[in-house]
């Protein structure tokens, strides 16, 4: 199993990026995906999930209304678009995806700053 994330970079606080998580090596469709993000000295924590056919999603209090998760079962890839970035959302962002087991990707970094 392979979960790839891309799409991270500097961007200066008000942008936009979109973060993606390619899956290899899995039924794609069967598993709920997530995003999470650790911050330096902070613990990992759950930015977004989307259930295994899209049906539901979920958010941190911290992202909604800015951030937007969702899938493609045909590409085996989750997205994460995100607007309105803070340096708050200054992390390594990484994807997860579960069914029964949980598996990670390495992480990519967003960092928001002038």
């Known amino acids: 199993v392979q979960l790839v994330e891309s799409g991270g970079g500097l961007v200066q606080p008000g942008g936009s990026l979109r973060l993606s998580c390619a899956a290899s090596?899995?039924?794609?469709?069967?598993?709920?995906m997530s995003w999470y993000r650790q911050a330096p000295g902070k613990e990992r924590e759950l930015v977004a999930g989307?259930?295994?056919?899209?049906?539901?999603?979920n958010y941190a209090d911290s992202v909604k209304g800015r951030f937007t998760i969702s899938r493609d079962n045909a590409k085996n890839t989750v997205y994460l678009q995100m607007n309105s970035l803070t340096p708050e959302d200054t992390a390594v962002y990484y994807c997860?995806?579960?069914?029964?087991?949980?598996?990670w990707g390495q992480g990519t970094q967003v960092t928001v700053s002038s």
């Open positions: 989307i259930s295994s056919f899209g049906g539901s999603t």
């Open positions: 090596g899995l039924s794609f469709s069967r598993y709920d």
């Open positions: 997860k995806a579960t069914y029964g087991r949980a598996y």
